[in-house]
């Protein structure tokens, strides 16, 4: 069974830092697309940031700027540098993958909190 582990939320005041981590594990012939997406209490689920297998990324206008998607497609694993951290920040960020196995899928992991607060 393939899933996904995220790691590196947490409470940070506004104005720091966060990098959050995201693993794929289990039968995967080809990772795709990898990215973020976070939700905000009464808010729908919004994109944050997307890198495609050779790079090109998408960013959520809120966090262009300040957050910074990579990832290390030998590892299996996808990133996100959060610099700047604002309150509007604050939501469960989910790690999202478009995994290849016999045909492609679209993979979530639980979520990770982040919350931005002094």
């Known amino acids: 069974q393939v899933q996904l582990v995220e790691s590196g939320g947490g409470l940070v005041q506004p104005g720091g830092s966060l990098r959050l981590s995201c693993a794929a594990s289990?039968?995967?012939?080809?990772?795709?697309?990898m990215g973020w997406y976070r939700q905000a209490p009464g808010n729908q689920r919004e994109l944050v940031a997307i890198i495609t297998e050779d790079g090109s990324t998408n960013y959520a206008d809120s966090v262009k700027g300040r957050f910074t998607v990579s990832r290390d497609t030998a590892k299996r694993t996808v990133y996100l540098q959060m610099n700047s951290l604002k309150p509007e920040d604050t939501a469960v960020y989910y790690c999202y993958a478009d995994i290849t196995i016999v045909a492609n899928d679209d993979y979530w992991g639980p979520g990770t909190q982040v919350t931005v607060s002094s």
């Open positions: 289990g039968s995967i012939f080809r990772l795709n697309a």
